[in-house]
């Protein structure tokens, strides 16, 4: 059963390990043409709780030069991939109607598959004209996600798919990256190491 935090939708339970500000370094290495681009780089992940069975994410990465040049930035919202519910608000502004579908520990156990892990779902978008849908599972501290879309804009490089990782060890949250872009296979790209510099508030506005 999931040990829940009272102050959370419980929807939450399986991801709430993620909520807070995570700051660190990592190394970015993907090739380019005829080349190598490699960097090293700090960043900057929040993952916030608003009152919803999502979390809000957020990433900034900036190259550790003398311009501190940016790299990254990144938005979208990470949740339980589960059906669709009267409950969920949407399309659009439209309200939820009812009670929630999941409404406590034991109704979200329901969603734990057979391996023990939970079906994920993040969305995240790029400054460039990218978005990205991607799906996994989250089993206990660990994230498995791969995309399942990969929508670009007129003006943005090609990026046709990614896969990422996450982990909690040691109380730091470890990530890397694999990317297919600019005439490349799924190649690794970008690996980081974040300590919890924030802790996360059940209800953080």
């Known amino acids: 059963m999931l040990d829940l935090d ?3 939708p419980a929807e939450l339970g399986p991801l709430q390990w993620l909520i807070g500000t995570w700051e660190g370094t990592g190394v970015l290495s993907f090739p380019v043409g005829d080349r190598t681009v490699e960097h090293e780089f700090a960043q900057r992940v929040s993952f916030a709780h608003h009152g919803h069975p ?3 994410y ?5 190259q550790l030069d003398d311009q501190l040049t940016p790299l990254a930035a990144e938005s979208g919202f990470w949740r339980l991939a589960r059906p669709s519910a009267d409950s969920d608000a949407g399309p659009g502004m439209l309200p939820p109607e009812g009670e929630p579908a999941y409404p406590d520990a034991s109704a979200v ?6 391996d023990g892990a939970f079906d994920l779902q993040a969305l995240i978008s790029h400054p460039t004209g990218v978005a990205e849908l991607y799906l996994g599972t989250i ?8 995309t399942d879309a990969v929508l670009r804009g007129a003006g943005a490089k090609e990026h046709t798919a990614s ?6 060890v040691d109380q730091h949250l470890l990530w890397a990256w694999d990317l297919a872009a600019l005439g490349q296979g799924l190649e690794s790209h970008a690996s980081a190491r974040l300590t919890r510099v924030v802790p996360g508030e059940a209800n953080e506005q």
């Not at 156990?109 to 057979?114: F, T």
Request: net charge positive; proline share 10%; charged share 25%.
């Open 6 to 8: 009272p102050t959370l």
């Open 139 to 146: 089993a206990g501290p660990r994230i498995d996600l791969a």
């Open 54 to 56: 999502y979390l809000a």
């Open 163 to 168: 896969t990422r990782m996450l982990g909690l």
């Open 58 to 62: 957020e990433a900034y990465a900036w």
């Open 109 to 114: 156990e329901s969603l734990r598959r057979p």
